[in-house]
């Protein structure tokens, strides 16, 4: 009898200490909040969306959209006009837009596509290509200029 009670209170322990440690948050996701609360202090706004179909992200099932991570800056007095280029090569391929835009080149690593429009500059983004958020300073700065080009 007194061993089945050292038996349940060593499961009852483990069960306890399991459900502590699956509730600690990988390191991979704590950077990324890091990053993502470093970008909000910038004055770029992140947010996970569906992956508009002319980025061609590939999907992430035959019926579902990856979600990728989209950072941009909002331009209250600007009025700019609708352009979409997906990054191929580092530069811009353009989808939709004006001609200066085509073959813009850009020196950032992990992003997909940019896209401007009304008082919204914005790119898609692989976040896992910079954890350390070295790149945060020069994505505002290439928003920045891509509104006033």
């Known amino acids: 009898m007194e061993n089945t009670g050292i038996w349940v209170a060593v499961v009852i322990v483990i069960f306890v200490l ?17 990053m993502r609360d470093k970008a909000r202090k910038m004055g770029l706004h992140p947010r996970l969306v569906a992956a508009p179909e002319w980025t061609k992200i590939p999907m992430a099932s035959e019926k579902r959209a990856s979600m990728v991570a989209y950072y941009s800056i909002l331009l209250p007095e600007a009025r700019l006009p609708l352009m979409r280029a997906r990054i ?3 530069q811009f391929d353009l989808v939709h837009g004006d001609e200066k ?3 813009f080149p850009i020196a950032l690593k992990g992003i997909y596509a940019i896209d401007m429009q009304a008082n919204c500059v914005g790119l898609y983004w692989d976040e896992e290509s910079d954890l350390r958020a070295t790149q ?6 290439l928003l920045t200029s891509l509104a006033e080009f």
């Open 18 to 34: 399991g459900s502590i440690f699956g509730l600690r948050v990988s390191p991979r996701e704590k950077a990324l909040g890091i």
């Open 88 to 90: 191929v090569d580092q």
């Open 101 to 103: 835009f085509k073959n």
């Open 136 to 141: 945060l300073e020069d994505m505002k700065a």
